[in-house]
């Protein structure tokens, strides 16, 4: 839940602040290095770089090389996550990209290769960020020929089956839009269970997963595991239970190579404590036990010495439309120390800043505990942050365990800085922004203030605040996720405005902040709906969440005309004429929404999220879809992985090395005959 993803494409100047001092990050990073390597559909495809590699111990390379193997062993569970026919199809398709013997060259071919690209990318059948279906650009006759043409020993048979009978079995799945169309039905006018098809639930209703998880549940204890997290719920002679996912359970075939390659990295750890918690993840793969998930957090949150550092597990609940069931992810990475130093200035002022919020007093931690923060370079990305990448990352999720504990966050700076070498001169900025003064004002601060949000967010927003006494944390459900990132970016916006940030040496002045103020709402009202489809409503629940403060905004501010919608030859704008007036409109925003989540006021969430986060106005959509599709750009974005390689010498390792592939296709297929450890169906 705690995760915050890239949302826009603009061009940004590269100016970027650490305290007083600037940090030119050609000191760092390779300035020939090409970010760009393919577009298709409404995706690119990037490579970040990974400086100061060369700069780490062979102890560390090795350190890093065996937690990036056990951050691809995954793959196959989130691809089943995200639905119950994603590997079968995967493994049919590439079957057709390997031995297909037809014409190669044939326009309906290179559709098939778009829709193959697709799927990897989004890790399945359905949009990663829509989570709708999107269906081949193809037919199915075609389809069947390129079956007919291609090596039948490939495709994912079961015993005694026929590829024409799997067909009859996928062809549905795959090209019928009325057949489970959505992985995460959010209609609360539907039984949102059964209408999903993320590989959650089998054969139950929303009502009876609801029922099952509340007889769990102790409403005294201080302390509960996330009950769900890590289980698929199925009921089987009219009896629901849970299937775990561990070693001995469910995708047990993938464990056991990420419990293989955590126990080589033991033998490496930087320090005991590290030592500590990759021993207590092992333990928690072998059990599936979510008390010991917890004892894992706690450590992890606690290890702070460590310049290695990665995420590995069950962690977000985007995709579970009930707001329980987790993702498999993984982020291997290590310590940027000149940028860090930023994050440690709030993280080190974290009291300040929860003392000073305009949320309620009963709301607020009266002691703030482990709120640390860093920013790190990214070495390795797996399962749901692969091939799209969140820019950063606050965990641990539990609320007892941050409010006891603390909690870690992260920004991804060298994911951020690849965005925005690749979106230099796109000419989306130019487009959208409301004259030349805000687009040579994003141009000059837009990177400080971009990276200086997500420190905020991340660092202090998602740390901030705490349930009344006998809230649950799921009290929310399914608008939990929309809600807590509406209350991190709050706080982020609303004190990236405050003179602390000039006073810390984080900011040169505060005309970095209105960079921020710009570039938001023009997202939040405009920019992002390019990434929706004409006719459909906001779905995902960070866009959810943007749109929802900036129209909210717009509204309360109505009558001092803080963000003025402009009409100019024909196209629309939005300026913000008071930016003082729009912090102050932020600070009450948050305070709400801060009370919300506290006291679980789930009705009130329900309707600040449908008034204000959900509807598309119809016209303006049009209208920026129109304009958009001028520009030729993609509005979504992935990355490849670097190729972390292992160099031995008589069974030892001798050095570990770093390349950057720049073949999409090749790094997917070399996953997949590599790291594919699953059966067709789970």
């Known amino acids: 839940m705690i995760k915050l993803k890239i949302s826009l494409i603009v061009t940004m100047g590269m100016i970027l602040f650490s305290c007083n001092n600037p940090v030119d990050k050609s000191e760092t990073q390779d300035n020939s290095f090409d970010f760009f390597v393919e577009q298709f559909a409404d995706i690119r495809i990037l490579r970040y770089h990974v400086p100061e590699f060369e700069k780490l111990t062979l102890k560390q390379k090795e350190l890093l090389y065996y937690l990036s193997q056990a951050a691809l062993c995954g793959r196959d569970i989130f691809f089943d996550q995200n639905g119950k026919y994603n590997l079968a199809i995967r493994r049919v398709l590439e079957n057709i990209y390997k031995t297909y013997s037809g014409d190669r060259t044939a326009e309906d071919f290179k559709n098939f290769e778009v829709y193959l690209k697709r799927v990897w990318f989004s890790n399945g059948i359905y949009h990663h960020y829509s989570t709708d279906k999107f269906l081949p650009g193809i037919s199915t006759d075609y389809f069947m020929h390129l079956v007919q043409h291609s090596d039948s020993s490939g495709f994912p048979l079961k015993a005694g089956q026929q590829p024409g009978n799997l067909m009859q079995e996928l062809i549905p799945v795959m090209f019928d839009a009325e057949v489970m169309p959505k992985k995460v039905c959010q209609d609360t006018d539907k039984d949102i269970v059964a209408g999903s098809a993320v590989n959650f639930y089998h054969n139950v209703s929303q009502q009876e997963v609801e029922q099952f998880y509340e007889k769990m549940k102790n409403p005294e204890d201080p302390r509960p595991v996330s009950y769900g997290l890590n289980s698929k719920v199925v009921k089987e002679d009219g009896k629901v239970k849970e299937i775990i996912w561990k070693e001995d359970g469910m995708y047990t075939e993938a464990i056991e190579k990420i419990i293989f390659w955590l126990g080589k990295s033991l033998a490496v750890a930087e320090t005991p404590e590290q030592a500590s918690v990759i021993q207590k993840l092992i333990s928690y793969y072998k059990t599936g036990n979510l008390k010991t998930w917890d004892e894992y957090n706690v450590l992890w949150v606690n290890d702070l010495n460590s310049h290695i550092d990665?995420?590995?597990?069950?962690?977000?609940?985007?995709?579970?439309p009930l707001g329980l069931k987790a993702t498999w992810e993984a982020v291997v990475n290590f310590?940027?120390?000149?940028?860090?130093?930023?994050?440690?200035?709030?993280?080190?002022?974290?009291?300040?800043?929860?003392?000073?919020?305009?949320?309620?007093?009963?709301?607020?931690?009266?002691?703030?505990?482990?709120?640390?923060?860093k920013v790190i370079t990214v070495a390795q990305l797996g399962g749901a942050c692969y091939p799209a990448t969140p820019i950063g990352i606050n965990l641990p999720n539990a609320d007892w365990i941050r409010k006891e504990h603390g909690s870690k966050s992260v920004t991804m700076e060298n994911i951020t800085y690849a965005y925005d070498q690749a979106n230099q001169k796109t000419g989306m900025l130019e487009e959208f922004a409301s004259g030349e003064e805000e687009i040579e004002h994003v141009k000059k601060y837009g990177f400080l203030a971009g990276n200086l949000h997500v420190d905020l967010h991340e660092c202090l927003g998602h740390g901030s605040g705490q349930l009344k006494p006998g809230v649950a944390s799921d009290a929310l459900k399914n608008y939990m996720a929309p809600l807590e990132e509406t209350r991190?970016?709050?706080?982020?916006?609303?004190?990236?405005?405050?003179?602390?940030?000039?006073?810390?040496?984080?900011?040169?002045?505060?005309?970095?902040?209105?960079?921020?103020?710009?570039?938001?709402?023009r997202n939040g009202l405009m920019t992002q709906l390019t990434r929706i489809q004409p006719g459909k409503d906001i779905e995902q629940a960070h866009m959810r969440?943007?749109?929802?403060?900036?129209?909210?905004?717009?509204?309360?501010?109505?009558?001092?005309?803080?963000?003025?919608?402009?009409?100019?030859?024909?196209k629309t704008y939005f300026r913000i004429n008071n930016f003082e007036k729009l912090r102050s409109l932020f600070g009450e925003l948050l305070r709400e929404v801060q009370r919300i989540k506290s006291e679980g006021d789930y009705q009130a969430g329900k309707d600040l999220v449908e008034?204000?986060?959900v509807k598309v106005d119809r016209e303006l959509h049009r209208e920026v879809l129109e304009r958009y599709e001028k520009l030729n750009l993609a509005p979504y974005s992935g990355f490849l992985n670097p190729e972390i390689t292992a160099v031995e010498k008589d069974g030892t390792i001798i050095d570990v090395t770093i390349s950057y592939p720049d073949n999409y296709a090749e790094q997917m297929m070399f996953y997949s005959d590599n790291y594919s450890y699953l059966p067709d169906y789970n």
């Open 611 to 613: 008034t204000y986060g």
């Open 335 to 373: 310590k940027d120390l000149k940028a860090t130093h930023r994050t440690e200035v709030l993280s080190s002022n974290a009291q300040w800043f929860e003392d000073n919020s305009p949320v309620a007093g009963e709301y607020k931690k009266s002691e703030v505990k482990g709120v640390t923060a």
């Open 310 to 320: 990665f995420v590995n597990g069950f962690i977000e609940t985007y995709d579970d």
């Open 488 to 521: 991190a970016d709050l706080f982020a916006l609303y004190y990236i405005m405050d003179e602390k940030m000039v006073d810390l040496g984080l900011l040169p002045n505060l005309e970095v902040a209105k960079a921020e103020y710009m570039n938001y709402i």
């Open 545 to 570: 969440n943007r749109q929802l403060i900036s129209k909210w905004c717009m509204e309360k501010g109505k009558a001092d005309n803080v963000i003025e919608k402009i009409t100019r030859d024909g």
